[in-house]
């Protein structure tokens, strides 16, 4: 069965970095748009970031252009989210996701098939 397994989360002060990583298994990893996705108590979950199965296209919420970075290496069938300059309401439980149906990028919760069980991110101020 297709797993998503999200790592890296943790407490950290506003202005550090974290690195959240999340493995896949069961699917073809190369053939799937990937996304990182996060809810903060009381709110929606929201598109941060998404990548294509290739790389080349990536997709960035506004609140995390320029601090976030997506990557992804198809050897490993893992996808990466370097976050830097952390703020405080960049505090959430984040997800990795992964779409068959997106030949790009989407930031449609719809779109995604498959979805990680989380990984809490807090950042003190």
């Known amino acids: 069965q297709v797993q998503l397994v999200e790592s890296g989360g943790g407490l950290v002060q506003a202005g550090d970095s974290l690195r959240l990583s999340c493995a896949a298994s069961g699917l073809t990893f190369s053939s799937y748009a990937m996304g990182w996705f996060r809810q903060a108590p009381g709110k929606e979950r929201e598109l941060v970031t998404a990548?294509?199965?290739?790389?080349?296209?990536?997709l960035y919420a506004n609140s995390v252009k320029g601090r976030f970075t997506i990557s992804r290496d198809n050897a490993k069938n893992t996808v990466y989210l370097q976050m830097n300059s952390l703020k405080p309401e960049d505090t959430a439980v984040y997800y990795c996701a992964a779409s068959v149906v997106v030949t790009g990028t989407s930031d449609r919760k719809s779109e995604y098939n498959y979805w990680g069980q989380g990984t809490q991110v807090t950042v003190s101020s």
């Open positions: 990548v294509s199965w290739s790389g080349v296209s990536t």
